[in-house]
């Protein structure tokens, strides 16, 4: 079954968006806030579903809807050099450019997460894994790693020698968590995600379909037309998704 889910948003929201949003091919692009990529079980559909949930706003999007972005011109912190030794060697040669969304809000870019919140503890037995599939578009590696109190990092996802299962990241239902997005060159990647978990309303396990989430790394795709996607209303404004229940 499918509903409309109604969101209100508030008149400066509103302008937030319109100001910061431009579509292209048919993509959103968020520059800064607060969003997680949610992974969630419709129970009554016994299905998937991977989704953007702007926290911001509260809105949700399917993954082809939106794509992250990030650019040295928003944060000084976007575009980094590489140590090129010891526990951050992965990132590259010392002195190499790193771009990275950080584990740590930045205001100026986006703040991305894991998340599995609308999920209820009786939903599923156990953990859910998260896998990265696939990568494709830009031409360097990409990696999703966490630095603990200490500094030191734990890396989940790494492009560089394939994807196989340690590609993998463990979420605990209901869980959320924030993780630093590192891209080893610019441009405009792809990246394919699964989540995989035992429903409690199935009893087996279940793998999601592939599905694609998109980063514009200092550059933005190719336009076939630009569009402002919001008006600015004086009073606010309703918007409409569409959502499984």
Known sequence: M???KYTQLTAPAVALLALVANQTQAQIQYPAGH??????????????DLHIHDEEIDME???DELYFYGSEANSANFKLSAPGAGQFSFLGASGDDVFIFPQV???NLPFIGLAAEENLPGDFIGDLLINMVSLTGGLGD????QTDGFGNPTVYFDSSDGFSGSDQYTLGVGGHAH???AFTQEGFYTVGITATGTPTVTGEEETSPVAYYSFGVGVVPEPSSYALILGICA???TALRRRRA
Do not use: L, R
Request: no cysteine.
């Open 2 to 4: 499918k509903y409309i």
């Open 35 to 48: 969003i997680d990529i949610g992974m969630a079980f419709d129970t009554a559909a016994e299905e998937w």
């Open 61 to 63: 999007y399917e993954p």
């Open 105 to 107: 809000e930045d205001i």
């Open 142 to 145: 990409f990696f999703i790693y």
């Open 179 to 181: 993780f630093n997005f």
């Open 235 to 237: 009073v606010g404004f």
